[in-house]
């Protein structure tokens, strides 16, 4: 059974670059999409955006201009990127496995703070 | 963007009673070429991570409890459990992956009565 796993720093300062990790385990990375959503704190679900394992995404408009999201099929991870941050990015990030997000991660806490 | 809004936004239903919740869309987000629509119903409980019900509107992911049904079509959509069970205490999202961005609704929250 695929498994999903979240990676990366719980804090980050504000304006640098939030990078998060997501390991796919139990099965290949190969044929499927994968997704980034997130929950602010006290907010409802955000989708932020999602690649396919041959490494074509497509993204929130909201979050565009700052976002990267890659996979590396290799390691059996896709990741994200997301730029000059605002305390507005704090949230907990999930990665997902289909558009329509049949597998989660647990997902991970980031807090954006100096 | 296509707006999801769902009601309510809270719902407390007696054990037992059926309990339903509506998702409406801006938009249609029904694909003519295959007559499928692009709707989602997801459960999510405090500290878990949301948990898939729905796709296609009405395809129950596996697991799922049959209490719980999908139905609709097009921009109205409708999420039924049939006999409350407090294990159902959550807050409940649809969403659609018909147009980029792959908007969620408002989230409602179900409790016991």
């Known amino acids: 059974q695929v498994q999903l796993q979240e990676s990366g720093p719980g804090l980050v300062k504000p304006s640098e670059t939030l990078s998060l990790t997501c390991t796919v385990s139990?099965?290949?990375?190969?044929?499927?999409?994968w997704s980034w959503t997130r929950q602010p704190p006290g907010k409802g679900l955000e989708w932020i955006g999602y690649i396919s394992y041959s490494g074509s995404a497509n993204y929130n408009p909201s979050l565009k201009s700052r976002l990267i999201i890659s996979v590396d099929t290799s390691k059996n991870q896709f990741s994200l990127n997301l730029s000059s941050v605002t305390a507005a990015d704090t949230a907990v990030y999930y990665c997902a496995r289909d558009t329509y997000l049949a597998v989660w991660g647990k997902g991970t806490t980031v807090t954006v703070s100096s | 963007d296509i707006v999801m809004t769902q009601s309510p936004d809270s719902l407390a239903v007696s054990l037992g009673e059926r309990a339903t919740i509506n998702c409406k869309s801006s938009?249609?987000?029904?694909?003519?070429?295959?007559?499928?629509?692009?709707l989602a119903w997801y459960q999510h409980k405090p500290g878990q991570p949301p948990k898939l019900l729905f796709y296609?509107?009405?395809t129950r992911e596996s697991g799922v409890p049959d209490r719980f049904s999908g139905s609709g079509s097009g921009t109205d959509f409708t999420l039924t459990i049939s006999s409350l069970q407090a294990e159902d205490v959550a807050v409940y999202y649809c969403q659609q992956y018909y147009s980029i961005p792959h908007t969620f609704g408002q989230g409602t929250k179900l409790e016991i009565k």
């Open positions: 296609w509107a009405s």
């Open positions: 139990g099965g290949s990375i190969s044929g499927s999409y």
């Open positions: 938009q249609s987000v029904l694909y003519s070429s295959n007559n499928k629509n692009y």
